[in-house]
């Protein structure tokens, strides 16, 4: 499966974006959609995922309450909707496919195909 992410972009602390990941190729009704941010200088971290066929969501603590992660009923798209950014949110945001296995990974190497990142930059 190949992934582009796109939305990215400079926003105030408080405000909003909606990130996309458009998928193309097999999805699998096993997959699992997530997406991953990595900040400047550290290690890239989960973020949010969800569950193709039942729409089961999980998040980082981090972005609970804050972020929210979409599949609409057609189509190939996966949505992360951001509310209330802050700096701490700014950073490279890449959404990940894993074609299989037990819900509730948040680790970076279950994930099998990666889009090629969309910049997210929150100033304060």
């Known amino acids: 499966v190949q992934l582009q992410a796109s939305g990215g972009g400079l926003v105030q602390a408080g405000g909003y974006l909606r990130l996309s990941c458009a998928a193309s190729g097999r999805i699998f009704s096993s997959s699992h959609m997530g997406w991953f941010r990595q900040a400047p200088g550290k290690e890239r971290d989960f973020v949010a995922a969800?569950?193709?066929?039942?729409?089961?969501?999980l998040y980082a603590d981090s972005v609970k309450g804050r972020f929210t992660i979409s599949r609409p009923n057609a189509g190939n798209t996966v949505y992360l909707q951001m509310d209330s950014l802050k700096p701490g949110d700014t950073g490279v945001y890449y959404c990940?496919?894993?074609?299989?296995?037990?819900?509730?990974?948040?680790?970076?190497?279950?994930?099998?195909?990666w889009g090629q990142g969309t910049l997210v930059t929150v100033s304060s």
């Open positions: 990940a496919n894993r074609r299989a296995g037990n819900w509730g990974s948040k680790l970076e190497r279950d994930f099998a195909s």
């Open positions: 969800i569950r193709w066929m039942s729409g089961s969501t």
